[in-house]
Each structure stands twice: as structure tokens, then as C-alpha cells.
């Protein structure tokens, strides 16, 4: 029983440093493709690029929002953040929490 515990723990541990692997490689694809297209000031908006937009659409959502604090809410604009998951065609949902921000509906 204590081995199987053990076992239990171990892979435990082996998906949770996977996932947070991954949640940084996400959070070091966004900052290259798409930090000047989200940060402030909020206008003007610009298009994203093709890559930014391949980094969203492969992107841990929930997982980097979890990761957004008032700090980094000072670079990068949500209204911007919004604009480009919409612009690359995975918007936020009505209602949704990205650190203390809280997406409004699709205009």
C-alpha cells in the first residue's frame, strides 16, 4: 500500500511540473508574439500577427490567467488582451476572470 502511495505521489508530481512546464512555455510564446500587440496603452489596437494568433490558438488559457497579477496587469492592457483573442478567433466568454479582470461581452 505504501508503494502504491508512493507511485501515486510520484506521478502526481510528474503532472503538475509538466503543466507548469508547459503554462511557461505558453507564457514565453505569448511574450515574444504578442506582448506589443497587449500591452498599453489601450489604443491603438493593432491586428496580430500570424504567429501571435498561433500562439493563441495552442495556448493554456486557464493556466496563464491564473498567472496574471495587478503587477502584469500594469504592461499588458486586458482590453487589448481581449482584442486579440477575438482577433484570432478564441474569445474570451462573457463573464470569464483573467487575473482581476473580468471580460465583458462580445461587442
Given at each position: 500500500m505504501a508503494k502504491l502511495m508512493c507511485l501515486c505521489f510520484i506521478?502526481?508530481?510528474?503532472?503538475?511540473?509538466?503543466?507548469?512546464?508547459?503554462?511557461?512555455?505558453d507564457r514565453q510564446a505569448?511574450?515574444?508574439e504578442c506582448a506589443k500587440y497587449q500591452q498599453w496603452p489601450a489604443n491603438p489596437k493593432l491586428d496580430p500577427s500570424?504567429?501571435?494568433?498561433?500562439v493563441w490558438q495552442?495556448?493554456?488559457?486557464?493556466?496563464?490567467?491564473?498567472?496574471?497579477t495587478k503587477e502584469?496587469?500594469?504592461i499588458y492592457c486586458m482590453e487589448k488582451v481581449a482584442y486579440v483573442a477575438n482577433f484570432c478567433k478564441k474569445p474570451f466568454?462573457?463573464?470569464y476572470?483573467?487575473?482581476?479582470?473580468?471580460?465583458?461581452?462580445l461587442a
Open positions: 506521478i502526481l508530481a510528474i503532472a503538475v511540473a509538466v503543466s507548469a512546464d508547459e503554462c511557461e512555455g505569448m511574450i515574444k500570424d504567429a501571435c494568433c498561433a495552442k495556448a493554456n488559457i486557464p493556466c496563464l490567467c491564473a498567472g496574471v502584469k496587469e500594469k466568454p462573457h463573464g476572470k483573467c487575473g482581476s479582470y473580468t471580460f465583458p461581452p
